[in-house]
């Protein structure tokens, strides 16, 4: 259901001629075909949806899909590319005042840490993690908290 409302959300953007509303609803069929296991569709729809936002100067719309897809190639096995993806975004919401999302690239690049055999410096950027979260009075990882304690889990052993 959620699928083909996203794709009737697309189709509306289009038919309207909106470049931001076409932009949205791409990110929004990438979430609904990355949690529907289709990953190589969840990316060319953040891909489009990421070269829209770059073309009419949607920064927050390209920083949240450029944050997306790197969870997407980390899902498919791309460390690398996902890893680019996350610093890309984590500067860009940086550059756009953006830090109060900055936790979820910095939980990103520390999971990929822990992929690639280096705790320390998973735990390094957990630290900056929650230390971002405290200094905006957020709660610890209030987003994703499984990722925190898969990570903070991992660093243990």
Same mark, same amino acid.
């Given at each position: 259901a959620a699928m083909s409302l996203a794709r009737e959300a697309l189709a509306a953007a289009r038919l309207a001629g909106d470049a931001g509303e076409t932009a949205?609803?791409?990110?929004? @069929?990438g979430i609904e075909r990355h949690a529907a296991g289709d990953l190589t569709g969840a990316v060319a729809a953040y891909e489009?949806?990421?070269?829209?936002?770059? !073309?009419?100067?949607?920064?927050? !719309?390209?920083?949240?899909?450029?944050?997306?897809?790197?969870?997407?190639?980390?899902? @498919? !096995?791309?460390p690398r590319r996902a890893a680019a993806l996350y610093g890309q975004a984590l500067s860009l919401r940086s550059d756009v005042g953006g830090v109060g999302g900055m936790h979820s690239e910095l939980i990103g690049l520390a999971d990929l840490a822990l992929e690639a055999g280096q705790p320390e410096s998973a735990a390094l950027l957990l630290g900056a993690a929650d230390a971002f979260d405290a200094r905006l009075g957020y709660a610890p990882f209030r987003?994703?908290?499984?990722?925190?304690?898969?990570?903070?889990?991992?660093?243990?052993?």
């Amino acid at each position: 259901a959620a699928m083909s409302l996203a794709r009737e959300a697309l189709a509306a953007a289009r038919l309207a001629g909106d470049a931001g509303e076409t932009a949205w609803a791409l990110q929004l @069929l990438g979430i609904e075909r990355h949690a529907a296991g289709d990953l190589t569709g969840a990316v060319a729809a953040y891909e489009e949806a990421l070269a829209i936002f770059r !073309g009419a100067g949607g920064r927050w !719309g390209e920083v949240d899909t450029m944050e997306r897809l790197a969870r997407t190639t980390r899902a @498919l !096995g791309e460390p690398r590319r996902a890893a680019a993806l996350y610093g890309q975004a984590l500067s860009l919401r940086s550059d756009v005042g953006g830090v109060g999302g900055m936790h979820s690239e910095l939980i990103g690049l520390a999971d990929l840490a822990l992929e690639a055999g280096q705790p320390e410096s998973a735990a390094l950027l957990l630290g900056a993690a929650d230390a971002f979260d405290a200094r905006l009075g957020y709660a610890p990882f209030r987003q994703r908290p499984t990722v925190k304690d898969h990570t903070q889990a991992a660093i243990r052993r």
